[in-house]
């Protein structure tokens, strides 16, 4: 397996036991996230898989937005998060896109931890 996570980051998903996979899809590196938890209730989904795109010279350059699969949109509505209702298409699958810029990424510090803080907040607040 050809691994695109920087070592410290690949050790912080193995030692929380979280399940992923590093697949790549037309030059684009990516983390799969499996069986991510969202929040209770607060989804018409409880668990999705997560794609964090990598983007060139991370951990150092910030990320941007990430993915779920399957679609969610918030219990008790019909509508979709907000700024979360555009595909992405992604080795075969139409991902949906939640639009989410972190402007405080602090390169050189930060790495998938603060990543999945970032994912889990934007999911705590949709």
């Known amino acids: 397996m050809v691994s695109h996570l920087p070592r410290r980051c690949r050790k912080y998903l193995t030692d929380k036991g ?3 996979s590093e697949p790549s899809d037309g030059g684009s590196a990516a ?3 499996h069986s991510w ?3 209770e209730g607060k989804f018409d989904c409880d668990v999705v898989s997560l ?3 990598l983007p060139d010279g991370y951990p150092d350059a ?3 937005m990430f993915y779920v699969h399957p679609w969610v949109k918030v219990r008790g509505s019909s509508g979709w998060p907000k700024a979360a209702d555009v595909s992405h298409d992604f080795s075969g699958t ?3 896109r939640w639009s989410r810029h972190w402007s405080d990424w602090r390169p050189g510090i ?3 931890q603060t990543w999945l803080m970032k994912v889990r907040a934007a999911f705590e607040n949709a």
């Open 18 to 20: 979280i399940q992923f």
């Open 31 to 33: 983390v799969v996230i």
């Open 37 to 39: 938890s969202l929040p």
């Open 51 to 53: 794609l964090l795109l």
């Open 62 to 64: 910030a990320p941007d």
């Open 94 to 96: 139409k991902w949906q």
């Open 110 to 112: 930060d790495g998938i």
